[in-house]
């Protein structure tokens, strides 16, 4: 698995409900978080700590962005 695939199963995960809008202040920096984490875990690291960490991340974002 490459990076872009990586990341395209990634915001897949984190965009079940359509709250990241293209374009938007939260979704810039889910991308670039989503970027350093495949860049520092790999791919399948990435995917593997954000499927365990999704709901704090999530809530993370809102705190952050609200």
């Not at 915001?11 to 359509?18: A, S, V, W």
């Not at 920096?29 to 790999?42: A, C, N, P």
Request: proline letters at 3%; a positive charge; zero cysteines.
């Amino acid at each position: 698995m490459n990076k872009l695939q990586a990341m395209a199963q990634i915001m897949l995960l984190l965009n079940e409900d359509y709250a990241l809008k293209p374009g938007s202040r939260k979704y810039k920096i889910v991308r670039k978080m989503i970027s350093y984490k495949i860049d520092r875990l790999g791919p399948e690291g990435a995917i593997s700590q954000i499927k365990d960490t999704k709901a704090h991340l999530l809530a993370q974002l809102d705190t952050l962005v609200a």
